[in-house]
C-alpha cells in the first residue's frame, strides 16, 4: 500500500472541495464557467473528492480524465487556472493547517500547469517551457 503523499483525512478533503466550490459558484468569472457544465453539484463535488483522494490518498475511487474533461467543455481556458488555483488556495489556507495546506497547493498547482500545458496545445499553439 502506497502511503499519502501528507497527513489529510477523506472528512477534510471533501469539506475542502464542498467549500471551495460554494465559492465557485459565487465567483463572478468562473461561476459561469462551472454553471454551463455542472447540473448537479453534489454529484460533482463527490466525484472531485474522489479524485483528491486518489491524488492523495492513493485510494483507486477515481476513474475520469481530467484533461479531456476541461477539454471537452469547450469555454475553459489555461489563463482561467491561476485564477481557479488562487481561490483553491484561498480555501485551503482557510480549511487546513497550514503545512497541510501547502502541500495541497503545491500538489494542485503541479495538476494545474498540467492541464495549463494540455488546453494549450489543444488551441493549436505549442506550449510554453518556460
Do not use: C
Not at 79 to 88: K, R
Not at 106 to 119: D, N, Q, V
Amino acid at each position: 500500500m502506497v502511503p499519502p503523499r501528507f497527513d489529510i483525512s477523506p472528512d477534510q478533503i471533501a469539506r475542502v472541495v464542498a467549500t471551495f466550490y460554494a465559492a465557485i459558484r459565487q465567483h463572478p468569472g468562473l461561476g459561469p464557467i462551472f454553471a454551463a457544465h455542472v447540473t448537479d453539484w453534489p454529484q460533482h463535488e463527490e466525484k472531485i473528492a474522489r479524485f483528491w483522494r486518489n491524488a492523495i490518498l492513493h485510494e483507486r475511487v477515481y476513474d475520469g480524465n481530467p484533461l479531456a474533461a476541461h477539454r471537452d467543455a469547450g469555454n475553459v481556458r489555461p489563463g482561467m487556472f491561476e485564477v481557479w488555483l488562487g481561490l483553491f488556495d484561498s480555501v485551503l489556507k482557510l480549511e487546513l493547517p497550514p503545512g497541510t495546506a501547502a502541500e495541497w497547493s503545491a500538489l494542485a498547482r503541479r495538476i494545474g500547469r498540467g492541464l495549463m500545458f494540455g488546453l494549450q496545445g489543444t488551441e493549436g499553439t505549442p506550449p510554453s517551457l518556460r
